[in-house]
């Protein structure tokens, strides 16, 4: 049974503790930290337009961690507990559940200064996020069980990593079912820092999807693992009150699924950063994620870019209309977008606009239902307006929250379903704690 296998967060912790009480009898450095990150949303029309007479949602949700990380001269070891759950979700007298998991749990070994060896359940983390991140805002984040080499001097940092997934100690099979995830990836990550005002980073990801076969009662019949590939280069430039970033993306190869549908995406993103002053900011730039055609049906590629692994919370409007478990293999997207930011000693205000459009043909199902023709729609997709603030209250104590509406159009409904007619918001409220337990000293 599922609540026999999975340990309860008192057992956890009763270990980690154990391990970390030991480490103090060493001279290396043992640090012991948590967060409690409960969060208040209310919701109408989230990740997709709200429908007619469609009610509205609120719940808490809330995210605690338990970190201890241990430091030696020649290797380091970190364990993330975290218990991720909603209020109410849970019987007042409920003796245990399935609530809690292992994070992060992972062990490097420096071979010099330069070189290492890291592996174990980690974040992994690229550049500004958009193909590797750790998806920080969902209280349950992203991590992945894989090996990494590493290297670092002065000006270059490298990551040589990879992973290859199983559902169990399997014995005769490598089928692979865990949903929403790979069966094995294979990556190289180069980072160049050439002076105060550049630094260059190449990325090449090889990803692979296991694709599955099933006969006429849904049982599995067959499977193979298709390969995709995606490479390319992000650069941060500029100095002083102008700074920004640059990136592009190709993505090739075969998507994940049986019929080996050829990829030929892309994606192209530039940010530019005006510090007006040490209080005063404005933020502004375009993004394109290419995407298949509705219309081209002659067309038998995937043009869909897909970002995989990034934290697309962080891109395209807080509201996750785009890429945030949803849009993969649709018809791609446009943003432009430009934000102002305040900032003074504990609080700040930013207030982001974005205006969405398709990168592909929305194909008008009515005129093709009427005349048989096949006609595009508009690509406007609607606009977002997204206002956050943050206030720290104390020393590791920080308030924030924040209003969003997406005002859409009829290609969005298209595209995403609901209703222009009916207010499409999201309004949040979270307050995050993070203690230091306890940090040794050498």
Same mark, same amino acid.
């Given at each position: ?103 992060? $749990? ?17 974040? *992994? ?59 094995? *990836? ?48 992000? $650069? ?139 006609? $595009? ?66």
């Amino acid at each position: 049974m599922k609540n026999v296998r999975v340990l309860t967060l008192s057992r956890q912790f009763a270990l980690v503790m154990t391990i970390g009480l030991l480490s103090l009898q060493s001279m290396a450095q043992f640090s012991m930290s948590g967060e409690i990150r409960p969060r208040a949303e209310y919701l109408h029309g989230f990740k997709t337009l709200a429908a007619s007479n469609q009610d509205h949602a609120f719940f808490v949700d809330q995210r605690t961690r338990l970190n201890f990380e241990y430091r030696a001269e020649d290797f380091e070891t970190f364990i993330q507990v975290q218990d991720i759950r909603t209020w109410g979700s849970s019987s007042q007298l409920n003796r245990s559940d399935g609530f809690q998991s292992i994070h992060q $749990a992972w062990g490097k070994l420096k071979f010099n200064d330069k070189f290492n060896m890291k592996l174990g359940r980690q974040e *992994i983390i690229l550049d500004d996020h958009r193909i590797f991140g750790s998806v920080a805002w969902a209280q349950q984040a992203r991590s992945h069980d894989a090996l990494i080499f590493g290297y670092k001097d002065s000006t270059v940092t490298a990551q040589l990593g990879g992973a290859y997934n199983q559902n169990g100690p399997q014995l005769n099979t490598t089928f692979y079912s865990v949903p929403k995830n790979y069966k094995a *990836i294979q990556y190289l990550w180069l980072n160049k820092v050439f002076s105060k005002k550049l630094d260059v980073s190449v990325l090449f990801l090889n990803n692979g999807i296991q694709a599955t076969k099933s006969d006429t009662s849904g049982n599995v019949v067959g499977w193979k693992d298709n390969y995709s590939q995606t490479f390319g280069t992000s $650069a941060r430039f500029g100095s002083g009150k102008l700074t920004g970033r640059a990136s592009f993306y190709y993505q090739m190869g075969v998507h994940g699924d049986w019929s080996n549908t050829e990829i030929a995406a892309m994606n192209g993103r530039l940010d530019l950063l005006y510090k007006a002053s040490d209080k005063f900011s404005i933020e502004g730039g375009y993004e394109y994620l290419s995407g298949t055609s509705q219309i081209d049906i002659a067309n038998k590629k995937l043009n869909s870019f897909n970002p995989f692994y990034g934290t697309n919370h962080k891109f395209n409007g807080y509201m996750d209309y785009f890429y945030v478990g949803n849009h993969a293999g649709s018809v791609g997207l446009q943003d432009g977008f430009l934000g102002f930011a305040f900032k003074k000693e504990k609080y700040v205000v930013k207030l982001i606009g974005h205006y969405f459009l398709a990168a592909a043909d929305v194909m008008d199902v009515a005129e093709f239902a009427s005349t048989g023709t096949y006609k $595009a729609m508009s690509p406007g997709l609607g606009q977002e307006v997204d206002l956050v603030f943050g206030y720290k209250l104390a020393k590791g104590v920080m308030l924030q929250g924040g209003y969003s509406q997406m005002l859409g159009t009829e290609t969005m409904v298209a595209i995403k379903g609901g209703s222009t007619s009916e207010i499409s918001n999201w309004s949040w409220m979270m307050l995050t704690f993070k203690p230091n337990f306890y940090e040794s000293k050498k």
